[in-house]
Structures are given as structure tokens and as C-alpha cells.
């Protein structure tokens, strides 16, 4: 059974620091998904990761996946309050057919 | 950009009623899955359909059903509802691309069982 575990599950930083949030998943897979979710809001997507060693930037947020470790990794750079939300990285459970497994969520807020 | 419409945002219903949640999607896709939230738990699968009468149960299927009678519509339903059903329900749809798109979400509903 597919098993995807996030850390840290909640993180206060400081605006202008940098930090890095893992999601670390039980079995192969080569798809990754990022999600971000505001208070009272939906699932908004952020990153699709395709393949080993994919990187993919958009603003301050960059997000990296390692197959071989079952790992991705969620890099801000500089926070900024506007980034303060739940983040979610989710894996593609069986036979790459777009059921995804989630994991408990990163809650990060960014005090100025 | 895709819309994928849940028909309440906010229900309360008192146990063992009969819970109808509906979502409709207006991209064509595929694909349709119903997820709960619960905190700490992040979004647990409950049900999805890759096709119209199709279904597949997901990690968490007890207690509901789905019906999916029309491609752009995924209903859940709570046949009896109990306390323990109380969270938010997350709609989802996808294009069927071997799983390299992105699941797209509605709004959810926060489903109380009183």
C-alpha cells in the first residue's frame, strides 16, 4: 500500500528565510504533484514532477523530485507572508492512472 | 480553465439520513474522484470513475457510494449517515493522460452529520 508522509507537518518562519518541506513516499512511482490550499479554499495545483530528476520554479517556490529515494522536495526561497497556506504532495497510487495518494499536508505560515 | 462545480458548499444532515454530495465538471474529462479532508489526515480517497457507470472504490469506500450516469457528473452518496462522516468532500476530475495530468478540485462541501 502506497504511503506518502510529509515533514514538517507545521512551520513558522520568519519572512525573508528559507526553508525546505519533504514528502517521502512508500513504493515506485515517477509522478509527483504539489498542491497549495488556502484557508477555506481548494486544492489549487502548483507543480507536476514527471520523471527522476525533475525541477521545476515558479517564484520563490521550487519543487524536485528523486525516484530512487522516494523523495520530493518543496524549496522557498525568501518567504513572503503571501506564501503562508497548506501545502500538499500527492503520488500517483497505481499504474499511472491519475488516483492520487496525498499526504497530511505542510501548513506553513510566514510571519513578517 | 477547468470548472469542477460541487453543488453545496456547507450541509448539515442529521444521522442516518440519506446524503446526496453532486459535482459537475465542464472540461470533458475523463476522470472523477471523490476525496474526504480531515486535519492531520491530509485527502483520503474515497471513490473514482474513468468512465460514465464506471466506479472503482478507493483506500476509504465504507459507508458510500457513487453514481456517474452522465460524463460531466459524479455523485456521492451517504446511504445512512453517522457522525464519523462529518468533514469536508473534495471533487476532483482529470484528463485520462496515464496519470500526467493534474487532478483539478471544486470548492468542497463541509458535510456536518448531527
Not at chain 2, 59 to 64: C, N, T
Amino acid at each position: 500500500e502506497l504511503k506518502v508522509e510529509q515533514n514538517p507537518l507545521f512551520l513558522s518562519m520568519q519572512e525573508g528565510k528559507n526553508y525546505t518541506i519533504y514528502c517521502n513516499y512508500s513504493t515506485t512511482s515517477d509522478r509527483l504533484y504539489w498542491y497549495r490550499q488556502d484557508p477555506g479554499k481548494s486544492l489549487e495545483s502548483l507543480f507536476v514532477l514527471l520523471s527522476n530528476g525533475a525541477v521545476k520554479q515558479e517564484g520563490r517556490l521550487m519543487a524536485s523530485l528523486d525516484t530512487k529515494a522516494r523523495l520530493s522536495t518543496l524549496h522557498i526561497t525568501a518567504a513572503v507572508h503571501d506564501l503562508s497556506a497548506t501545502y500538499f504532495c500527492a503520488v500517483d497510487g497505481s499504474s499511472n492512472t491519475g488516483k492520487l495518494i496525498f499526504g497530511q499536508g505542510t501548513t506553513l505560515q510566514v510571519k513578517p | 480553465d477547468v470548472k469542477v462545480t460541487q453543488s453545496s458548499r456547507y450541509l448539515v444532515k442529521r444521522t442516518g439520513e440519506k446524503v446526496f454530495l453532486e459535482c459537475v465538471q465542464d472540461m470533458d474529462h475523463e476522470n472523477m474522484f471523490w476525496y474526504r479532508q480531515d486535519p492531520g489526515l491530509g485527502l483520503r480517497l474515497i471513490y473514482f470513475s474513468y468512465d460514465v457507470k464506471m466506479k472503482e472504490k478507493g483506500d476509504i469506500p465504507e459507508g458510500y457510494s457513487v453514481s456517474r450516469e452522465k460524463k460531466e457528473r459524479f455523485s456521492l452518496i451517504l446511504e445512512s449517515a453517522s457522525t464519523n462522516q462529518t468533514s469536508m468532500y473534495l471533487c476532483a476530475s482529470s484528463l485520462f493522460h496515464r496519470g500526467q495530468s493534474p487532478l483539478h478540485f471544486g470548492n468542497g462541501t463541509r458535510l456536518t452529520v448531527t
